[in-house]
């Protein structure tokens, strides 16, 4: 396939001569300072301390890591999965009240290669762990795991022969504890999960158990 | 359901094959010989019984025999509900299917299977329905374990990582 590339306007396959391109940096560089265009009357010239607080002001300087995990945490997709009762108040909070989309979490996706985030919302059973293990391998990294309500994390009331905590088949990343836990309780649990992909990646599941070096490769 | 005196006569007309008839708390309950229920409940489906509502198991421990089997029965026309029950012994837990006269029975005796070992001779296909397929043991037998696993909290954590290892 031929590569284009893309001019001005987005004519394909004119390529810019450098001169525009000097004219251009120039321009904008003219901008920053608080300039007007060339052809303008009055250009106005900032310098030192000011020309440095008006940077200041228009810019933000980050590292791509912590810009790329802020764009993460505010889009999760989670992935629409209902186990038991729990997942009523999952609804719930894609509904009015609470609303999740308010956070960007709204878009509850129906396959797991779409999802990177899981909510077991509800009992695992035992014939059930290996289907959730499949599809939470089948999820794209990085992927994030919250446990919803007592049952799948520590088992609560049905702690016997025929349920299995989430713990036991897969890193779980938020606990939301509840019988049935609040909207509000799980919009928590979002929220921390949210703090913790920002400001701490690092306290990720794979340092917890473990298993740094068993990431996913391109 | 049946008053007492007509639940007397219809364990009368089910013969030999009716063991006790009980009216209890209004519940209507006959008391049949394991050996004849798919007669049975093709007599009482003959006599409107055309429902077959639920099919349970029971684990009367330490009663014998053991294990129960309960069919709620249903007559839609009348409004008329009757409980049959069979009991069978644990060691030799076999009862005869009525799949093939009642197909909403097929998933119901494979969940008594899989609960309380109640073996159904000429079910199509009995196996598991709710436990693993490699499950061992019947878990709403009285004498089997609860089960469960103490709960690990992230205060536990680090010795649970050590008793993995």
């Known amino acids: 396939m031929k590569r284009e590339v893309l001019g001005p306007a987005g004519t394909a396959g004119t390529r810019v001569d450098p001169?525009?391109?000097?004219v251009r940096s120039l321009n904008a560089h003219q901008l920053l300072r608080g300039g007007e265009l060339e052809g303008a009357n009055q250009p106005a010239h900032l310098e030192g301390e000011e020309l440095e607080r008006y940077v200041h002001e228009r810019l933000v300087f980050t590292t791509l890591d912590s810009a790329?995990?802020?764009a993460r945490s505010n889009s999760f997709f989670p992935l629409a999965f209902g186990l038991a009762c729990c997942a009523m108040e999952q609804f719930q909070t894609a509904g009015p009240r609470m609303d999740i989309a308010r956070f960007g979490y709204e878009a509850f996706r129906a396959s797991p290669r779409q999802a990177d985030l899981i909510i077991l919302a509800g009992r695992v059973s035992i014939k059930m762990a290996p289907i959730i293990r499949r599809l939470y391998d089948q999820m794209l990294e990085p992927k994030w795991a919250i446990s919803m309500g007592a049952c799948c994390s520590s088992m609560g009331v049905f702690n016997n022969y025929a349920l299995v905590p989430a713990d036991k088949f897969m890193p779980i990343d938020v606990h939301v504890p509840g019988c049935p836990p609040r909207p509000e309780a799980l919009m928590h649990g979002v929220l921390k999960l949210r703090e913790m992909v920002q400001d701490n990646p690092e306290a990720g599941w794979r340092e917890r158990y473990g298993a740094v070096g068993t990431e996913e490769r391109p | 359901m049946p008053d007492a005196t007509?639940?007397?006569l219809l364990a009368h007309d089910l013969g030999e094959a009716a063991l006790e008839a009980v009216h209890y708390r209004g519940q209507a309950t006959i008391v049949v010989d394991p050996a004849h229920i798919r007669t049975v409940l093709q007599t009482l489906r003959e006599r409107g019984?055309?429902?077959l509502a639920s099919v349970h198991g029971v684990d009367y421990y330490p009663e014998e025999p053991r294990l129960g089997v309960v069919y709620?029965?249903?007559?839609?026309?009348r409004v008329d509900r009757i409980a049959v029950k069979a009991r069978v012994p644990v060691d030799a837990p076999v009862i005869d299917s009525v799949t093939p006269e009642w197909p909403t029975a097929d998933h119901q005796e494979r969940e008594v299977y899989d609960m309380f070992g109640v073996v159904f001779r000429g079910h199509p296909d009995l196996r598991r329905i709710l436990m693993p397929e490699d499950y061992e043991?019947?878990?709403?037998?009285?004498?089997f374990p609860i089960g469960g696993e103490p709960v690990i909290f992230t205060r536990d954590e680090g010795r649970w990582l050590e008793a993995r290892e």
Request: proline residues 4%.
């Open chain 2, 137 to 143: 043991g019947h878990p709403q037998r009285r004498d």
């Open chain 1, 19 to 22: 001169e525009t391109l000097r």
């Open chain 2, 72 to 77: 709620e029965l249903l007559d839609m026309s």
């Open chain 1, 68 to 70: 790329v995990a802020w």
């Open chain 2, 49 to 51: 019984f055309g429902f």
């Open chain 2, 6 to 8: 007509g639940l007397e």
